[in-house]
């Protein structure tokens, strides 16, 4: 027996993105559903780094107290890793934002001075981002998977799926906060092409590392690029793309105990150990928390923010280089964004165009500086032979990092909430 259930919005995907528009506008009187495949805690494929000009968002969605209390040490300093380069810079401090229409100044209460950003492991954001919405009313379906969308005149039907159960959920707007890296059957889902230049995505925490608790270095090394910071519980989270291609060749060199093929988590490994004398000295007395996580190919641009009466957010609507570390930042405030678009909507059922275009509008003027500066660092990075050209710059100028870090968005506020 198949199950129908009716909504004001269906948003798919329950990351930074899904949740901040779920809660957003289930605190202005929309009844929302959350439909999420995989089951949290769960760990991801991320930086986990996020700027501090989000606290006053987080304070809006009221997880601003719990972020601070887990989150790991304030990133004052901004660095570089490449072969046998280290070089440091100061880290722009973030500024504070205008205010929201329904909420308090950011310099009124905790996220006055917002100053630094700091590192929480997606197991441990995602779950508090999750109970917020759930404690403010919206139903959440997980482990469930969005296996169809459809037209239903001035309505459209989500079909979703745990096991052999299937569910009907009806609403006039749908979000997609899937993320852009998994194809499927939906029609905001990106298909599946498979090039040598493809950016694949790996992770890991380690215990132990030496790494300065204050200092967040870009990793550049062939065929990649990579970043460390230190996060929540003494973890150090450290992340990387690198080129399909790059990886083929890497795996074919001998394993342990002589194997054929070096494992892909193993050939990257051992690949940022070899390229980069500062992941070596960080990680020489560390301990692995957990396996290897890999992810991709990575999508980085931007993309429709509405299409086919669905409106995108999060990596969805566009993603920068992941070089920059403003993922979860720009999925945060992607769903705020939206969410505020169709709250003041006159009619939820009606003029998703007119709300679509605003949406978009704000998307870009707010994101796109960043997903352009992030597509430029990471070319540079990526070419060959290009990892000693930075080294050499950036020695000569370090003051190169700091502005880095300034037109990748890490001090730009969120914009008034209108």
Same mark, same amino acid.
């Given at each position: 027996?198949?199950?129908?259930?009716?909504?004001?919005?269906?948003?798919?995907?329950?990351?930074?993105?899904?949740?901040?528009?779920?809660?957003?506008?289930?605190?202005?009187?929309?009844?929302?559903?959350?439909?999420?495949?995989?089951?949290?805690?769960?760990?991801?494929?991320?930086?986990?780094?996020?700027?501090?000009? @989000?606290?006053?968002?987080?304070?809006?969605?009221?997880?601003?107290? #719990?972020?601070?209390? @887990?989150?790991?040490?304030?990133?004052?300093?901004?660095?570089?890793?490449?072969?046998?380069?280290?070089?440091? $810079?100061?880290?722009?401090?973030?500024?504070?934002?205008?205010?929201? =229409?329904?909420?308090?100044?950011?310099?009124?209460?905790?996220?006055?001075?917002?100053?630094?950003?700091?590192?929480?492991? &997606?197991?441990?954001?995602?779950?508090?981002?999750?109970?917020?919405?759930?404690?403010?009313?919206?139903?959440?379906?997980?482990?469930?998977?969005?296996?169809?969308?459809?037209?239903?005149?001035?309505?459209?039907?989500?079909?979703?799926?745990?096991? @052999?159960?299937?569910?009907?959920?009806?609403?006039?707007?749908?979000?997609?906060?899937?993320?852009?890296?998994?194809?499927?059957?939906?029609?905001?889902? %990106?298909?599946?092409? =498979?090039?040598?230049?493809?950016?694949?995505?790996?992770? $890991?925490?380690?215990?132990?590392?030496?790494?300065?608790?204050?200092?967040?270095?870009?990793?550049?090394?062939?065929?990649?690029?990579?970043?460390?910071?230190?996060?929540?519980?003494?973890?150090?989270?450290?992340?990387?793309?690198?080129?399909?291609?790059? %990886?083929?060749?890497?795996?074919?060199?001998?394993?342990? @105990?002589?194997?054929?093929?070096?494992?892909?988590?193993? $050939?990257?490994? &051992?690949?940022?150990?070899?390229?980069?004398?500062?992941?070596?000295?960080?990680?020489?007395?560390?301990?692995?928390?957990?396996?290897?996580?890999?992810?991709?190919?990575? &999508?980085?641009?931007?993309?429709?923010?509405?299409?086919?009466?669905?409106?995108?957010?999060? =990596?969805?609507?566009?993603?920068?280089?992941?070089?920059?570390?403003?993922?979860?930042?720009?999925?945060?405030?992607?769903?705020?964004?939206?969410?505020?678009?169709?709250?003041?909507?006159?009619?939820?059922?009606?003029?998703?165009?007119?709300?679509?275009?605003?949406?978009?509008?704000?998307?870009?003027?707010?994101?796109?500086? &960043?997903?352009? $500066? #992030?597509?430029?660092?990471?070319?540079?990075?990526?070419?060959?032979?290009?990892?000693?050209?930075?080294?050499?710059?950036?020695? =000569?100028?370090?003051?190169?990092?700091?502005?880095?870090?300034?037109?990748?968005?890490?001090?730009?506020?969120?914009?008034?909430?209108?």
């Amino acid at each position: 027996m198949t199950r129908l259930s009716t909504h004001d919005a269906i948003i798919i995907g329950a990351g930074p993105a899904g949740t901040s528009a779920a809660l957003t506008l289930a605190r202005r009187g929309w009844a929302v559903a959350i439909v999420e495949k995989n089951v949290f805690p769960r760990r991801k494929v991320c930086g986990e780094y996020m700027s501090a000009s @989000n606290l006053a968002l987080l304070d809006q969605l009221e997880i601003g107290d #719990a972020w601070r209390a @887990n989150a790991g040490p304030e990133i004052r300093r901004v660095g570089f890793f490449s072969g046998d380069a280290s070089v440091e $810079a100061p880290m722009p401090r973030a500024k504070d934002g205008p205010r929201a =229409n329904d909420g308090p100044r950011a310099n009124d209460g905790p996220s006055a001075n917002p100053g630094f950003g700091r590192a929480l492991g &997606r197991d441990i954001l995602d779950c508090l981002l999750l109970q917020a919405a759930r404690s403010a009313g919206v139903e959440i379906f997980q482990p469930c998977r969005a296996v169809a969308i459809d037209r239903d005149g001035e309505t459209q039907m989500v079909r979703i799926q745990a096991g @052999n159960e299937t569910t009907m959920l009806r609403a006039p707007v749908i979000v997609a906060a899937h993320g852009s890296w998994e194809p499927g059957p939906l029609p905001s889902q %990106l298909g599946k092409t =498979n090039r040598p230049s493809d950016l694949l995505g790996f992770k $890991a925490h380690f215990t132990g590392s030496s790494l300065a608790p204050d200092l967040m270095p870009l990793l550049v090394f062939p065929g990649g690029y990579g970043g460390m910071v230190s996060a929540d519980h003494g973890r150090l989270s450290i992340s990387c793309c690198i080129r399909r291609d790059m %990886l083929a060749l890497l795996r074919k060199q001998p394993g342990p @105990n002589q194997q054929s093929h070096l494992s892909a988590a193993d $050939a990257v490994s &051992r690949h940022l150990m070899e390229s980069c004398r500062g992941v070596r000295d960080a990680l020489e007395s560390a301990h692995p928390d957990g396996p290897w996580l890999a992810a991709g190919p990575i &999508r980085p641009g931007i993309r429709s923010c509405y299409e086919r009466d669905i409106f995108r957010v999060g =990596n969805a609507a566009g993603e920068s280089h992941p070089v920059v570390a403003e993922g979860i930042s720009m999925a945060l405030q992607s769903g705020w964004l939206l969410a505020c678009e169709l709250a003041c909507a006159p009619d939820r059922a009606a003029g998703r165009e007119a709300v679509g275009r605003r949406y978009e509008a704000a998307w870009k003027k707010l994101f796109s500086t &960043r997903v352009y $500066a #992030a597509a430029a660092i990471a070319g540079i990075a990526l070419r060959p032979g290009n990892a000693t050209l930075m080294a050499a710059i950036i020695r =000569n100028f370090p003051q190169a990092l700091t502005l880095g870090a300034r037109l990748s968005g890490k001090t730009k506020p969120v914009p008034g909430f209108v």
